[in-house]
């Protein structure tokens, strides 16, 4: 039992994308595409319920294709923010066939690309406008494919504000400000090492 129990961990190596927007950008749409790739640990509680940490690379953002031929104003505008992120859930086991999970993440600010009417903005990650830190309430469910591999659809959607931007009218006579928000799901293979050890792990230690 003893050596059965050093096991009880089960590791995550995870591979997918994002559908992506940015609440409060005036722009609207899951129209951004990202990576959402990393690794994860998993924590049996018993029989029904897991813990969940992972670290990824999580892509979020926003865009928006050219809404008029004007040389100046075309509307086109693309975000790409990079964020190494750390998602904490705990999910419920129905039977292992599907596993259903909330929880929140945290996410660091690593780089970000931004342009407007496709010209680039010089933004980065030190001087804003941009919030470096981005806590994120998910929603989560797995389900099981074959063996060890699992299909995963996620949601998530930022707790505090990403940026708070001023806006303007093409013609500088009315302006407005709006607080934005990521808001995103994923969808993801990902792969359990060591579920058979515990599965094991939890009947020793009954």
Do not use: C
Not at 26 to 33: C, D
Not at 73 to 82: A, D, M, P, S, V
Not at 183 to 198: A, C, G, K, T
Request: a positive charge; glycine letters at 8%; charged letters at 25%.
């Amino acid at each position: 039992p003893t050596a059965i129990n050093a096991q009880i961990f089960m590791g995550e190596a995870i591979l997918g994308g994002n559908i992506s927007q940015v609440d409060g950008d005036e722009v609207y749409g899951f129209k951004k595409l990202g990576i959402n790739a990393g690794a994860g640990a998993i924590l049996p509680l018993g029989e029904h319920f897991t813990l969940g940490v992972e670290v990824l690379l999580n892509q979020k953002g926003s865009r928006q294709k050219a809404q008029s031929n004007d040389s100046i104003i075309t509307g086109e505008y693309k975000l790409r923010l990079n964020y190494l992120e750390v998602p904490v859930l705990l999910h419920y086991n129905d039977k292992d066939r599907a596993y259903f999970g909330l929880g929140l993440s945290w996410g660091r600010l690593a780089s970000i690309e931004e342009y407007e009417h496709g010209q680039k903005i010089n933004t980065t990650t030190l001087d804003g406008p941009y919030d470096r830190d981005d806590i994120n309430f998910l929603m989560d469910i797995k389900l099981r494919v074959y063996k060890s591999l699992l299909f995963n659809v996620r949601y998530a959607y930022s707790l505090k504000k990403i940026r708070t931007r001023e806006f303007d009218s093409y013609y500088g006579n009315n302006t407005w400000t709006r607080k934005q928000f990521n808001n995103l799901w994923s969808f993801r293979l990902v792969y359990v090492f060591n579920e058979n050890v515990s599965k094991r792990a939890r009947r020793e230690i009954k």
